[in-house]
């Protein structure tokens, strides 16, 4: 039995470089979101993408991982702001692919130091389910930054 299902579901209609579709986050129920293919790899013009949801999901998994390592390790932060950004590049023999994932994260940490915050950024992204899944097909960056 899996510790936690959630659902997404996408409804499609037309081709893909004139079509759109919906997003639907059905276990949480918070919405209903457009994604096109101009969305994905032109301007998102107000519509989401795969990739600006791995983003969303990367960048909240690493918050939490990195939290909890910070308690167990240092000090519980006051504060983390994490960035993601995930690239789309062209794959040789054609198509797409997900090269890179590079998280920021800025955090207000009471008595650490900067490579100390650095290095449990690191592990933190090493306990991360997200960063994990991604491990060893997506190239993940981190760099730490404490306020």
Known sequence: MATADRTAKVTWEGPLLTGAGQVEFQSSGIGTYPVTWPSRVETADGRTSPEELLAAAHASCFAMAFSATLGREASPPER????????????????????????????????????????????GEAGCPISNTLRGNVNITVAATLQ
């Open 80 to 123: 983390l702001e994490v960035t993601v950004t995930v690239s789309l590049n062209p794959k040789e023999g054609g198509g797409f692919k997900v090269t890179d994932s590079a998280i920021t994260v800025t955090g207000t940490v009471p008595g650490i130091d900067q490579a100390t915050f650095q290095a449990l950024a690191e592990k």
